[in-house]
């Protein structure tokens, strides 16, 4: 999926379940964590065409798996963080969760374990940058103006008014 479409899901579901602004925005970063990921670790490599081969080696690896980012959001959830850390880190592996479930729509899924890429998992409905992904994103943009513009009206009163955790 590209980075928009990952970006826009976030932020709606981040928006449907009434995460604070802050939350919202960590999600919408999260949501391409998982490949800015990816692409640092590929930048480990010394020349161009090596960074290429690494990322097309490693893309959609451990980075993928949904249990650490459940294991994170969970653990936001449950350790007696402050307010504004509770936020920033809940919405990161919201986003990041929100990323690696989108990605298993697409052919080349996800991986069922962290550190195998053998077995992988994906519904198969629509391909990175194909015409489905862009109907599936419009969908997305349609349901967000549908169901939640009165939610992104109330959040963005929330930072008007300096309310952000
Ligand atoms: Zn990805």
């Given at each position: 999926?590209?980075?928009?479409?990952?970006q826009?899901?976030a932020?709606g579901?981040a928006?449907?379940?009434?995460?604070?602004?802050?939350?919202?925005?960590?999600?919408?970063?999260?949501?391409?964590?998982?490949?800015m990921?990816?692409?640092?670790v590929?930048?480990?490599?010394p020349?161009?065409?090596?960074?290429?081969?690494m990322f097309?080696r490693?893309?959609?690896?451990?980075?993928?798996?949904?249990?650490?980012?459940?294991a994170?959001f969970?653990?936001?959830?449950?350790?007696?963080?402050?307010?504004?850390?509770?936020?920033?880190?809940?919405?990161?592996a919201?986003?990041?969760?929100?990323?690696v479930?989108?990605d298993?729509?697409?052919?080349?899924?996800?991986?069922?374990h962290?550190?195998s890429?053998?077995?992988?998992?994906?519904?198969?409905?629509?391909?990175?940058?194909?015409?489905?992904?862009y109907?599936?994103?419009?969908?997305?943009?349609?349901?967000?103006?549908?169901?939640l513009?009165?939610?992104?009206?109330?959040?963005?009163?929330r930072?008007?008014?300096?309310?952000v955790?």
């Open positions: 999926m590209k980075w928009i479409t990952h826009t899901a932020v579901a928006l449907a379940l009434h995460l604070p602004p802050v939350g919202v925005a960590a999600a919408c970063l999260g949501a391409v964590v998982p490949d990921l990816d692409q640092r590929a930048r480990l490599a020349t161009p065409s090596g960074r290429q081969r097309n490693i893309h959609r690896g451990t980075t993928h798996w949904f249990g650490w980012w459940l994170l969970l653990a936001a959830l449950a350790l007696p963080l402050a307010p504004p850390a509770k936020a920033l880190l809940s919405g990161l919201f986003g990041g969760l929100s990323h479930l989108l298993m729509l697409t052919p080349q899924g996800v991986p069922w962290p550190f890429r053998k077995g992988r998992f994906s519904f198969k409905l629509c391909t990175t940058g194909s015409i489905g992904e109907c599936f994103l419009a969908l997305l943009l349609a349901a967000i103006w549908f169901f513009r009165y939610d992104a009206l109330a959040l963005l009163r930072v008007a008014d300096g309310r955790f």
